[in-house]
């Protein structure tokens, strides 16, 4: 069964380091989102992508976030210069290719991310 | 604005009891969506189940069951004979049209314990 992969599973990294989140969406989705998870806390929405740019993103996304499909198959998530409240797990998702219109969506097993 | 509300954070019970876990959910769009995800203690989301706002039914897979009430705005899930692999913190979440149905809201989540 097609799933959504990520690595690293796990980062450390010092405050004002750089990360990048790698992600493999399911192959023939084209909706890809990320999301993070404070330790103890509920799952948050960081961004949707679709059609190489961002289709909506939350108030938690801001300059410091990037996303970006470098190529056919990974989807990224940057960090520019982490904070220590950076420290979460991040999941990324993916959805069917038809519309993003409620279709479900499937995620991956989540990068968890320390910052030092 | 969208929220998903899961009053129980944590429940227990012995092995083949069964559980309701609740879920209560606002918006202010008449089509929406419904999902529920479990989160094993390993960390990953995993998809249980998707329900719109047209359909009504209840819905049974196997030991799973939702019932779903839009006259109360709830979504509620029940396990029947617990098992000890139903150790998880189970997620109800929402997506609408106000939120571009791709921003996927989640409740603080319930965590189950089943005892042996």
């Known amino acids: 069964e097609p799933e959504v992969t990520q690595t690293p599973s796990h980062q450390v990294t010092q405050m004002g380091q750089e990360v990048i989140l790698r992600c493999v969406p399911i192959?023939?989705?084209?909706?890809f989102y990320w999301y993070r998870q404070i330790l103890g806390q509920k799952v948050e929405f960081l961004v949707s992508?679709?059609?190489?740019?961002?289709?909506?993103k939350s108030e938690i996304f801001d300059d410091q976030f990037s996303v970006e499909r470098p190529d056919g198959s990974n989807f990224t998530l940057k960090i520019r210069s982490t904070k220590l409240e950076d420290s979460a797990m991040y999941f990324c998702?993916?959805?069917?290719?038809?519309?993003?219109?409620?279709?479900?969506?499937?995620f991956g097993p989540g990068t968890r991310l320390l910052v030092l | 604005a969208q929220k998903v509300t899961q009053a129980q954070t944590e429940i227990s019970v012995v092995e083949k009891e069964d559980v309701t876990l609740d879920c209560v959910y606002e918006?202010?769009?008449?089509?929406?969506?419904l999902f529920w995800y479990k989160q094993p203690p390993s960390g990953e989301l995993v998809f249980l189940i998707r329900?719109?706002?047209?359909?009504?039914q209840n819905e049974i897979s196997g030991r799973y069951s939702w019932n779903f009430q839009k006259s109360t705005s709830s979504f509620n899930f029940t396990i029947t004979a617990s098992q000890v692999v139903d150790s998880a913190v189970y997620f109800c979440?929402?997506?609408?049209?106000?939120?571009?149905?791709?921003?996927?809201?989640f409740g603080i989540g319930t965590k189950l314990q089943v005892i042996p």
């Open positions: 329900r719109n706002s047209f359909d009504e």
């Open positions: 979440a929402l997506s609408d049209f106000s939120g571009g149905y791709q921003k996927v809201t």
């Open positions: 998702a993916s959805s069917a290719p038809d519309s993003p219109w409620g279709e479900t969506q499937y």
């Open positions: 918006t202010r769009d008449t089509t929406y969506y």
């Open positions: 992508f679709y059609n190489n740019e961002i289709s909506e």
């Open positions: 192959s023939n989705h084209l909706y």
